[in-house]
């Protein structure tokens, strides 16, 4: 009896720590009016309370000048409540709210100028909506690891008071689901002050880490809209030359793959219908698993947790991915501290990892975040599962760089002799183990500068390489060499 007791007591004291609710939070609790979280902070769990109702005019009124705003983001992204948001910084002339969020999608009318001083964008990965803000110095962006967003709001450094999130309607019991996405949102959620739900027919119900109690809102909207779509297009003939050489070199049966959305991930999955026991556990995912789910290419069956199932965090695709995931048992969204923990990623077997990328130096310096001083997207999970699959405990993880050879519209190289100026290293040149172009694969791991050099220029366009080996003569002082 007495070990039981003592194994309670640890329990409670990690929980304690893991949730940042030690004793001056529940202590505090006396000393304040109650509010839903003094009685759980775990959104899953239903609560004696009910949520208002309303339109989304009224839901945002709630929100003052000060504030910080969280808002959820990708296919999840609550753009009706987004746009009442902004009409009603402008009619009740607010100052300094803070919007939070990953990427975002739909207009962002809170970071146009004509919301200087009302609102200012605050981005953890930065979407095209709001590019123009942050290089207008209108708007900011925090460079960091996918994987470390939650951290914080539980470090305290981001205190939203506010969180607009987009669900499901609810079942019988009560339960909604955050659907497409869940990345940081359960951690913005157990740190808000009020929670605000845009309640959308439309939205898939998902399991895993997505699932939460109506009792949470303290406003629901209810909308009936299609989500945002992306993908589904054709790619270029030199992005599907990188699929095919990913594909047929780099693959094989039984390995656990990451990789986001686009062409070039399209087109490697559009060619392993015929791999067996594929795995998929990463941060987000597209259309081109569904064939392979139904050709029975895609299985989970040999990843050690969570078995047969495929692992992600959010989505954003077509319909029929949106149809695919709903109701589906097969797929569980968890939270991007999990999806991308190194520790969980090194697990898989044969992890392969493909990202892309903006430009690549001769000594494999990978720039993803920015054009030279122009903020462009993020960190997001490149680094995350670069080095999840280079540790890989089974010593077969193969970390992937992609991109094409030129940059379509100036003929420039991608591959430079040095980065731009300004431009930010995401993925250091000792994260790189293969650059993929549409001309062929370098493989660096373990490889000199000149011999990086080397393997770079044979994949740059021909157009280029002359001027790529001069140049790297001049900065390495030696020729480049095999």
Not at 139 to 152: E, K, S, V
Not at 369 to 382: A, E, K, L, V
């Amino acid at each position: 009896m007495a070990s039981g007791v003592g194994r309670l007591s640890l329990v409670f004291s990690n929980f304690l720590q893991k949730t940042n609710w030690g004793a001056s939070a529940i202590l505090s609790t006396k000393n304040n009016k109650r509010n839903y979280f003094s009685y759980s902070k775990e959104i899953a769990q239903p609560l004696p309370r009910e949520p208002k109702w309303c339109s989304a005019e009224e839901a945002v009124q709630c929100i003052e000048s000060g504030n910080t705003v969280f808002l959820s983001g990708a296919a999840s992204t609550p753009i009706e409540l987004a746009n009442a948001m902004t009409e009603h910084g402008k009619k009740c002339k607010l100052k300094n709210v803070t919007v939070c969020h990953m990427h975002t999608e739909g207009p962002a009318s809170y970071g146009n100028p004509d919301c200087e001083g009302i609102f200012r964008s605050l981005s953890f990965f930065m979407a095209a909506n709001v590019r123009k803000a942050v290089a207008e110095g209108r708007a900011d962006c925090i460079p960091i690891f996918l994987q470390d967003i939650p951290q914080l709001f539980f470090r305290g450094i981001v205190k939203p008071d506010v969180s607009i999130i987009h669900v499901c309607p609810p079942d019988e019991h009560g339960f909604c689901s955050t659907g497409t996405s869940i990345d940081c949102i359960r951690a913005a959620l157990t740190h808000s002050k009020i929670i605000i739900a845009q309640v959308n027919e439309c939205m898939p119900r998902t399991f895993g880490d997505s699932i939460i109690h109506q009792s949470h809102f303290d406003y629901a909207v209810k909308v009936n809209q299609p989500l945002p779509q992306h993908g589904g297009g054709k790619g270029s003939p030199e992005e599907n030359q990188i699929g095919k050489i990913i594909a047929e070199n780099l693959i094989r049966d039984g390995a656990t793959l990451q990789m986001g959305i686009g062409s070039i991930p399209d087109a490697v999955l559009a060619l392993l219908g015929d791999y067996k026991d594929l795995g998929i556990h990463t941060e987000m995912f597209s259309e081109g698993v569904i064939g392979l789910v139904e050709k029975g290419a895609i299985t989970n069956n040999l990843k050690p947790i969570h078995t047969g199932k495929i692992v992600s965090s959010f989505l954003i695709g077509t319909q029929r991915l949106y149809d695919f995931i709903n109701n589906n048992p097969m797929i569980l969204m968890k939270e991007v501290q999990y999806t991308n923990s190194t520790a969980i990623i090194r697990m898989h077997p044969k992890m392969t990892a493909i990202n892309s990328c903006i430009e690549v130096d001769l000594t494999g310096q990978v720039v993803s975040d920015s054009i030279g001083t122009r903020m462009y997207s993020g960190f997001g999970g490149q680094v995350d599962f670069t080095r999840g699959a280079a540790e890989g405990l089974d010593g077969q993880g193969r970390p992937i760089i992609a991109l094409q050879s030129i940059n379509q519209k100036t003929k420039e190289s991608k591959i430079v002799p040095f980065i731009k100026q300004g431009g930010g290293v995401v993925t250091t040149r000792a994260h790189v183990h293969y650059v993929v172009t549409e001309h062929g694969i370098a493989e660096l791991f373990g490889k000199t500068l000149r011999q990086r050099a080397y393997n770079l220029i044979q994949i740059a366009h021909p157009d280029h390489r002359e001027a790529l080996e001069k140049a790297a003569f001049e900065r390495l002082k030696t020729m480049p060499c095999p």
